[in-house]
């Protein structure tokens, strides 16, 4: 086990991919210097490693006539908005493709986009769009939470087939955790139970997982056992997982800091609403951001996003109505 | 033959047996889309964007590159993969939404696609598949083969930034692209007087320091012959080069049954360009360069005919897709 950032975990995974497979490579805006810190890719030489001009459809673009064509892109877009200034090429093409032609080819391309929020970067540069990209069929969506999972997953990605949306939160980057010395990936399409708990599932994307098992840990003082799931897949999504927990526990919170509307937290609680209405005993309660673009002011900016303090409310409210239901 | 006549037809680098298989593949074109007109009139087929008139830009261009070179389209979309070489009767099938179809019965008429005859797709999104082609050239580079990439694409798609975008990226990294410029005049129902401020669309190479040509559309070897260039300087590490063939659409913008479209292109241009039919050019040439005969032609044309019926039989005998399709093809 080694001890470094999930930055580092990131791109030891695509550094070790280009090792082994010369269909590896990667393209972006700044890629060679690396705009977060050296990203260490020298060794490869300028034809695997290619800075582009600002261009963001003609290098997404590009990616796709790679990955259809048989090679393995690694296509890095800086910061998620800059994906909609390709968003016809990953929303219309590379997303569809493959269907739209038959499954005639496959289309091996891996989006990496940093996730900036809460550091008072303001509207244009702190979206969170992972259930705005799930509206749209043929995107794989992850989102890594942990260095382990981003070595695994982003490993995963570029070994399959299909074009994967790679959201990497920026404040996650900085973090470290312990990672194997040794070659591993993490399936996509599975989420983990992070702890495991009987009163309440707690259900949660990106940085809001750690949030979550701070408030999971805060509310073993009041006697509540939280069970916490990292969603780590958007797309697809593990219900199976989500569904199980909710079956023990009888209870949901989800924790999703996009804005609410149709949100992957809408569609985890459409799915427990669905699958596991009769296990519930209590309604089901979504923590998000509001509707509103992201304001540059610190003051206003914090205010967004759930907070341990929220979802230990949440939960003790869910569980105080257990305990009325019960007598 | 004329006295001159073999050596003109030598400079070409075609051998006869070219000459008649481009031909054959602007026939092919020309009468497969002749046919589904007739089927949208009858509602068969719900509608299409012709390319009756464009022929020879397709063809010429399609028939200077090697079977393992890569091709992307547009909207208009029918000639490119004929022109490419592609079976019909797959083609056909896929307009009629039939599992037998090129693409399953899952594209339909603006998304063909013939990947095993190089064709990486037609798209309904103006300018959309030229970065797919940049991409489709910088892996042949980096996989280290000498394919080239041929990207299709109209007048209208020029005003588009992925035009800007693709064209600058080919030439900073010198990919083997030819962007090939199918200018018939009109984005839709729009002139290009109005919403382009230059006559040649080729003259935007210069601002990204790459070669760029005009040529005339409807002449097939002029065609091909200015493509063959572009392909030799691609393949040969030169980078891409615009090429713009001046060519006209017969027909609408798109042909859908019941469509009333005020009319919008004088109707003396419309004589003027069907005086300079691609099909009547070449076969005229054939006949005066190679000896044709009349017979000759008609053979090559009943030939086709009868190709582009079997095609219209086997769509039409094809089974509709199984309910189960889809949800199939959309992951690996």
């Known amino acids: 086990m080694s001890q470094i950032t999930y930055l580092e975990a990131a791109l030891q995974a695509i550094r070790e991919e280009m090792r082994t497979n010369p269909r590896v490579f990667v393209m972006g805006e700044d890629i060679q210097s690396g705009v977060f810190g050296d990203f260490g890719f020298n060794e490869f030489g300028g034809a695997r490693v290619r800075n582009t001009p600002i261009s963001e459809a003609a290098f997404v673009g590009a990616g796709i006539g790679a990955a259809l064509t048989g090679m393995r892109p690694v296509v890095d877009l800086q910061c998620s908005t800059f994906l909609y200034s390709a968003m016809d090429q990953v929303a219309n093409q590379a997303a569809k493709i493959r269907y739209m032609f038959g499954g005639q080819s496959n289309i091996p391309l891996v989006i990496r986009a940093a996730v900036f929020y809460g550091v008072s970067a303001a509207a244009h540069h702190s979206d969170r769009p992972w259930g705005l990209f799930a509206q749209v ?162 003051d206003l900016e914090c205010l967004m996003y759930p907070t341990a303090d929220k979802i230990v409310a949440a939960g003790r409210r869910l569980c105080r109505q257990r305990i009325a239901a019960t007598g | 033959m004329t006295d001159e006549a073999p050596d003109r037809i030598s400079k070409l680098g075609l051998h006869p047996h070219e000459l008649c298989e481009i031909l054959r593949r602007m026939l092919r074109i020309r009468i497969f889309e002749e046919r589904v007109y007739e089927m949208i009139q009858t509602g068969e087929i719900s509608g299409g964007h012709l390319a009756i008139g464009q022929e020879a830009t397709i063809v010429g261009a399609c028939m200077a590159l090697r079977g393992g070179d890569y091709m992307t389209g547009n909207h208009r979309s029918h000639g490119h993969p004929i022109g490419k070489g592609a079976p019909l009767a797959p083609l056909m099938a896929e307009l009629l939404g039939k599992t037998s179809g090129v693409c399953r019965g899952k594209g339909g008429t603006m998304h063909l696609a013939a990947f095993s005859h190089g064709s990486l797709g037609e798209s309904g999104i103006v300018g959309s598949l030229m970065p797919i082609a940049v991409g489709a050239a910088l892996s042949a580079r980096l996989r280290g083969t000498d394919q080239v990439c041929l990207c299709f694409f109209g007048d209208g798609a020029a005003n588009c930034g992925p035009f800007h975008e693709s064209v600058n990226l080919a030439a900073i990294w010198k990919l083997p692209v030819i962007f090939l410029c199918e200018n018939n005049g009109y984005a839709m129902f729009t002139s290009q007087a109005q919403t382009t401020p230059i006559a040649d669309i080729a003259n935007r190479a210069a601002a990204y320091n790459i070669p760029g040509t005009v040529v005339d559309g409807q002449d097939v070897l002029a065609v091909h012959s200015i493509v063959s260039d572009a392909v030799a300087r691609a393949r040969s590490g030169g980078g891409p080069t615009l090429v713009e063939a001046k060519t006209y659409r017969y027909s609408e913008h798109s042909d859908s049954a019941g469509e009333r479209i005020p009319p919008y292109r004088p109707a003396a241009e419309m004589v003027y360009w069907r005086a300079r039919d691609p099909i009547v050019i070449f076969s005229r040439w054939l006949r005066d360069m190679l000896n044709f005969t009349e017979d000759q032609v008609s053979a090559i044309q009943a030939e086709t005919r009868a190709e582009v019926e079997e095609a219209v039989a086997f769509a039409i005998r094809s089974p509709v897709p199984d309910p189960n399709e889809l949800l199939t093809d959309l992951f690996v």
């Open chain 1, 137 to 298: 069929p043929g995107l794989t969506i992850i989102v890594p939470t942990t260095p382990h999972d981003a070595k695994g997953l982003i490993k995963s990605a570029i070994r399959g087939g299909n074009p994967v949306l790679c959201l990497e939160e920026l404040s996650l980057r900085r973090q470290y955790g312990e990672v194997p010395d040794h070659d591993y990936t993490v399936p996509i399409g599975s989420a983990e139970v992070k702890c495991a708990g009987t009163d309440l599932t707690i259900v949660a994307v990106a940085s809001a997982v750690h949030t979550s098992l701070a408030a999971a840990h805060m509310l073993t003082d009041d006697g509540i056992s939280a069970e916490v799931i990292d969603i780590r897949t958007v797309v697809p999504m593990d219900r199976q997982t989500i569904c199980k927990s909710v079956a023990k526990t009888g209870r949901l919170i989800v924790v999703d800091p996009a804005p609410g509307t149709c949100s992957v937290a809408s569609e985890v609680s459409a799915t427990v609403a669905e699958a596991s209405f009769v296990r519930l005993r209590g309604p089901i309660i979504r923590l998000t951001a509001p509707d509103v673009p992201v304001p540059f002011s610190r």
